[in-house]
């Protein structure tokens, strides 16, 4: 059956989320950047595409999203939360990737007296490790959850070594926002980019893990678990070569708008960049008074033959697989709740790691 779909925010990952979602639907992306959507209406002229500033006060976002069935909330994650707010009290059922960093209580009650929900952090991380903690929560005690990710380029460029395959933006706030953990059952705060750890990936090498704030909603979602952890993955040096930056002032509000314009520049992954994705979530625990350990495995990369990043493409569509299980009525919840509470059905979970493998996104699976 064919939907109408509104996707907000044309970027790297919303063009790839919206070019998949008009393979069987009808879409309309809108984007403050014409040139955003010009690029998408080159790819696919079928999807229709709208030049909107979506937090203009004299803008009626509900008479926009009038013809929606569903919202896809892809904008950058300054500015997701307000995005969200006003999609809700427009009425609209949506997902979204925007990853702001905003409480979701406020909103959670909001939707509820709108009846309508929010699925958020619909991503590959945040996102597949929620999905993968919430299914298999239900399935053992669950002792110790970690999980490291990395977008990277293929091409290795001195001095960062480092595309952003989504909003550059994001990466540096990503780089400042304190990272929250919790170690025998103490939740924990850390500085991001501390507590670097050097681990092996088939197919890439040697890469550093360091801390950054990936975990978000499951700490709440999952408090009897004692131990929980997220690493952001780079090649060898870059972490130090940022950390240099932060305690030489470059991140200290004085500097960090000039410091963010020419990181952006430097960072912006092009379309013909070519990217990969390394991603590794383990669960470790007991089942029936034995230990168990469910390891996950991704190392994807870019789909050359239609300019589409491998991070867009995990990210994006893990959010399109939840955006069709919200289409076909398999999402019975009203409020803003996280990809966990999704992963819980062990159908819906299996219907999105077979839908990304139709689509070249091969999770591996080993049990321990």
Request: charged share 25%; hydrophobic share 40%; with cysteine.
């Amino acid at each position: 059956m064919s939907f109408n779909i509104a996707v907000l925010g044309a970027g790297m990952v919303g063009r790839t989320m919206a070019l998949e979602l008009a393979k069987t639907h009808s879409v309309t992306s809108f984007d403050l950047n014409q040139q955003n959507l010009d690029t998408l209406k080159r790819k696919n002229s079928s999807i229709e595409t709208g030049a909107i500033n979506l937090l203009d006060p004299a803008l009626n976002l509900k008479e926009v999203l009038s013809f929606a069935d569903l919202v896809v909330n892809a904008v950058p994650g300054f500015m997701g939360y307000r995005v969200l707010e006003l999609v809700i009290k427009a009425g609209k059922n949506s997902v979204d990737i925007s990853f702001f960093p905003e409480s979701i209580a406020p909103l959670h009650q909001l939707a509820i007296e709108h009846n309508v929900y929010a699925i958020m952090d619909c991503g590959v991380a945040p996102g597949i490790s929620n999905l993968i903690l919430g299914r298999y929560n239900q399935e053992f005690k669950v002792h110790n959850f970690k999980f490291y990710v990395g977008g990277l380029p293929i091409v290795r460029e001195k001095p960062f070594e480092y595309k952003a395959p989504f909003s550059p933006i994001d990466v540096i706030e990503e780089y400042m926002r304190p990272a929250r953990l919790r170690v025998n059952g103490e939740n924990k705060t850390e500085p991001a980019l501390s507590e670097i750890e050097t681990l092996n990936f088939d197919g890439i090498g040697t890469l550093d893990g360091f801390n950054t704030d990936g975990l978000r909603s499951i700490l709440d979602s999952f408090p009897d678990i004692p131990n929980m952890s997220e690493k952001t993955l780079r090649y060898p040096g870059h972490v130090e070569l940022i950390k240099t930056l932060k305690a030489i002032g470059f991140f200290e509000p004085a500097h960090i708008d000039a410091t963010s314009k020419v990181l952006i520049n430097s960072w912006k992954l092009k379309e013909t960049d070519e990217d990969l994705t390394v991603m590794k979530v383990v669960v470790e625990g007991t089942k029936d008074d034995q230990p168990i350990t469910i390891e996950y495995n991704l190392l994807d990369y870019c789909d050359t033959k239609n300019q589409l990043s491998s991070m867009s493409r995990t990210t994006g569509l893990t959010c399109t697989a939840i955006a069709e299980l919200a289409l076909a009525n398999k999402i019975d919840l009203k409020g803003v709740f996280p990809p966990e509470k999704v992963g819980e059905s062990k159908e819906n979970f299996d219907f999105i790691i077979n839908y990304l493998k139709e689509r070249n996104v091969h999770w591996v699976k080993q049990v321990k």
